[in-house]
């Protein structure tokens, strides 16, 4: 695939969604599950997916498990294919000679990459309206020596994007948190104000867009019981979350918006099924606060979306599964609902 592909104002004025849905490392799950849910008749009644990634390994992974090949296009052909249910556009390359399935390699990292920037560069363009990532392998992007850690480093990169974070949503309840990949020590370190009122904020505009209507936050408090008033705490609920929920409800009283915000909730009643009816999105203050109920609820159909981002980007909540790559065993339900979500949060 040129690095230098022509961007395209063609895909205005289209009947339906077009998604960019890289296969991920192709030595994992990635490739059988981008293929089972290309060729989902809902899926294809709501977009027109385009699968990217190497064309001769997704090839040869769906003549192996018996699964349906889109036709493979170049970049430029794009438009002239409206009419396909799904496509493949080749890019990236991995050696067939050297590739060994379940086995991730510097060109399995190189190819993954290439695809994911690929992606989210004719996404910026508009040649899709959103993209939706399967799983990588962060050593294999390592080997290559891509300088990125994973896809949330090279998305904010590449968009220019420093204000964002991580959305985890299932069918039973959805999670933004405000601190993310830190040692517990230093996530709680690092809590302020302006961080806390940032994940309030990209929680709501999310929630509204996809219901359609002022969403119902419920934001946790840090400490056992939210502090009991100080007993329990260093303070944090009184001196960084309860004014960081002011201060959001203030900028919504001030923009006529009707946000419900509640909190600092105490943590451990937050995810009862009571709280979880009158709730659109939990906002949690570190990664297992809002990770252990979110996986013991929606393992599997939860969703990673980017928020603050000026793309619209999801991805399957779990890893490339080595252990179970091309044996047509994987569960494609967090795929669909990463595509459905990506759909929903298209403007």
């Known amino acids: 695939m040129s690095a ?24 994992g799950v990635g490739p059988e599950l981008s293929l089972t849910c290309a060729a989902d008749q809902e899926v294809q009644k709501r977009c027109q997916p385009v699968l990217i990634g190497p064309g001769e390994v997704i090839r040869l992974n769906a003549a192996k498990l018996g699964l349906q090949m889109p036709e493979v296009v170049s970049f430029r052909q794009l438009d002239r294919h409206r009419d396909k249910e799904s496509l493949v556009v080749d890019c990236g390359h991995v050696p067939l000679e050297s590739f060994v399935p379940g086995r991730f390699s510097r060109h399995t990292g190189e190819a993954s990459f290439a695809a994911v920037d690929f992606a989210i560069r004719e996404s910026m363009a ?4 959103a993209i939706v990532t399967g799983p990588i392998q962060k050593e294999a992007w390592h080997l290559a020596e891509t300088g990125f850690l994973g896809h949330t480093e090279l998305l904010a990169d590449r968009t220019g994007t420093a204000d964002y974070c991580m959305m985890l949503s ?13 040692p517990l020590a230093d996530a709680i370190e690092s809590l302020s104000v ?5 994940a309030i ?4 505009q999310a929630m509204e867009l996809r ?27 009184e001196n960084l979350i309860g004014p960081a929920i002011q201060q959001v409800q203030e900028d919504c009283k001030k923009h006529h918006r009707a946000w419900r915000i509640t909190g600092p909730v105490s943590p451990d009643t937050a995810f009862t099924p009571a709280m979880r009816g009158q709730t659109d999105v939990h906002v949690c203050m570190y990664h297992d606060q809002g990770l252990i109920p979110l ?19 999801t991805s399957v909540d779990h890893g490339t599964a080595l252990d179970l790559a091309w044996k047509g065993t994987a ?3 967090s795929m669909l609902s990463a595509i459905a979500m990506a759909i929903d949060l298209c403007p």
Not at 170 to 182: D, M, N, P, R, Y
Not at 194 to 198: C, G, Q
Not at 201 to 204: E, Q, Y
Not at 295 to 313: E, H, Q
Request: hydrophobic share 35%.
């Open 4 to 27: 230098n592909s022509p961007s395209t104002s063609a895909t205005s004025n289209r009947s339906k969604l077009r998604l960019a849905v890289t296969v991920g490392d192709v030595a």
């Open 126 to 129: 508009g040649t899709f309206d």
């Open 170 to 182: 299932g069918k039973e309840c959805s999670t933004v948190l405000a601190t993310i990949h830190q």
């Open 194 to 198: 302006p961080l806390i009122t940032r």
């Open 201 to 204: 904020r990209l929680a709501g």
């Open 211 to 237: 219901h359609g209507r002022p969403p119902r936050i419920t934001v946790l408090g840090l400490n056992p019981h939210a502090g009991e008033n100080g007993l329990l705490s260093r303070g944090e609920e």
């Open 295 to 313: 996986k013991a609820l929606s393992f599997d159909d939860a969703v990673n979306v980017t928020l603050g981002l000026p793309i619209v980007r």
């Open 331 to 333: 569960s494609r339900n």
